[in-house]
């Protein structure tokens, strides 16, 4: 088991992307939807720290795909959850940025209302150091890698980086 998952997963226990509830606002529309979609690519050896769980989880192009029924225990969700809708993107010159994940934005009213609404500072700041732990662990990096063209190769389209990068110039209380 990798133990950068595991440092990646205790960063994004608790912290969330508004500091109220997001789910308030589109009554959870993320898990709702998700219980329906093909599902959340896992992160390589994910597997490991979810048995145990009512997850199914499959092969799939990319790796393995995890469907959920659109409840779980919290402290047992997969990576893809506690960072979305940002995910840790890496750049040509090494560095991982926390990014809006252009996949999330039909589903996600924070990714479409981007340059309108602020994130938490501090889960921008979990999902980038999430990132970076998870560039230690070969594997995830290179999932890293090709998650980031995927991400890059719709931004060409989507633009999300020029409404706003998904940091808040204040904190928000
Ligand atoms: S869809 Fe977006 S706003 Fe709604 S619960 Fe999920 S992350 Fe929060
Ligand atoms: S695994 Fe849990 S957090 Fe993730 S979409 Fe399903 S119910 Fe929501």
Redesign the pocket.
Known sequence: MSNALERAYALLEDIT?LTTD??A??D???CRESADSEGMLLFPGEEALLAGTDFTIRPADGGLLLTCGGGCDRRKRPLACRM??LFPVLTEEGRVKAVYDPRGYR????VRECAHVPLNRDFVRAVRRAGRVLTTDPACAAFLRLQSEEIAELNRLLKLEEERPPIARRKIR
């Open positions: 992307p997001c789910g606002v589109c959870g529309r993320c979305f809708p589903m996600c009213p924070l």
